[in-house]
Nanobody, 125 residues
Framework: QLQLVESGGGWVQPGGSLRLLCAASGFTLDSHAIGWFRQAPGKEREGVSCISSSGRSTNYADSVKGRFTISRDSGKNTVYLQMSSLKPEDTAIYYC??????????????????WGQGTQVTVSS
């Protein structure tokens, strides 16, 4: 069973940075496009970013472009989300999941309907 585990969340002041990790258990991430999603209290889950299996294609939601960077390390079987210039509106539980692709490009849309525990990110002063 494909299992992804998120970590790296925490509390940070506005303008700060955090790096989230998405690790795979029981399978290799190399053949999967991976995306990050988030859900704030009282809001629907939204897509944040994705990266293709090769790492050559990435996509970002407009709200995080220029501030977040997604990357992957096949040797560590991990996908990262580097978040900078964080804002209070970035506060949410962040999840990673396998995502859909069109040709070699990833789409910030999950392939399944199950989610892990996520990791909490809180941005406040």
């Amino acid at each position: 069973q494909l299992q992804l585990v998120e970590s790296g969340g925490g509390w940070v002041q506005p303008g700060g940075s955090l790096r989230l990790l998405c690790a795979a258990s029981g399978f290799t991430l190399d053949s999967h496009a991976i995306g990050w999603f988030r859900q704030a209290p009282g809001k629907e889950r939204e897509g944040v970013s994705c990266i293709s299996s090769s790492g050559r294609s990435t996509n970002y939601a407009d709200s995080v472009k220029g501030r977040f960077t997604i990357s992957r390390d096949s040797g560590k079987n991990t996908v990262y989300l580097q978040m900078s210039s964080l804002k209070p509106e970035d506060t949410a539980i962040y999840y990673c999941a396998t995502v859909r692709t069109i040709w070699t490009a990833c789409i910030i849309s999950p392939t399944g309907s199950s989610w892990g525990q996520g990791t909490q990110v809180t941005v406040s002063s």
